[in-house]
């Protein structure tokens, strides 16, 4: 299904795409962050939160290095108090993502991953490198919202293009 190689790219993409709504979202005023616009979870910042949170509890099932989100998943969007916090707390779980991604090897996909998961209340199990492909699919679809929100509100919104995305990455 997948490779390492995959996973190192998508770790690299991961990482750029957020740096790029780091810089595009500071200076935004907290008000337009947190304003409803009728996506998913409501807001930029909320969205951002859910992102995050949903990072940290799937790293937190792929490594033993990571601890699971320190809010439940009910509060997930609330999971970073302000954007600064977030950002903060998104450049070092990217960190995280890389340094993991950097250390996996193609064997390690093959492996069987069990979980507990608090949304459907019961003990899961699934292929890794299918929770992988999750994982990374499940940032970008949520990144995309973000795009869209940020479009409708006027802003610049970041490539997103994986094709474009700079060799030194």
Not at 33 to 62: C, P, Q, V
Not at 94 to 107: E, F, K, P, S
Request: hydrophobic share 40%; net charge negative; charged share 20%.
């Amino acid at each position: 299904m997948i490779d390492a190689g995959y996973v190192r790219t998508m770790a690299r993409y991961n990482a750029w795409q957020n740096r790029q709504l780091t810089e595009m979202l500071t200076g935004v005023p907290d008000d337009e962050l947190r304003k409803d616009r009728g996506a998913f979870f409501g807001s930029i910042m909320e969205t951002l939160n859910h992102i995050l949170w949903g990072d940290t509890i799937w790293m937190s099932r792929f490594t033993p290095d990571v601890a699971p989100p320190s809010v439940p998943a009910e509060k997930h969007r609330e999971f970073t108090p302000t954007f600064a916090v977030w950002s903060a707390e998104r450049f070092r779980m990217d960190g995280t993502i890389r340094l993991w991604a950097d250390g996996l090897d193609t064997v390690d996909l093959k492996t069987e991953l069990s979980w507990y998961s608090g949304m459907t209340q019961r003990e899961l199990q699934a292929p890794l490198e299918t929770c992988v492909a999750h994982f990374f699919n499940h940032q970008a679809h949520h990144r995309g919202q973000i795009h869209a929100m940020m479009t409708a509100a006027g802003l610049q919104a970041p490539v997103s293009d994986l094709v474009f995305m700079p060799k030194d990455e």
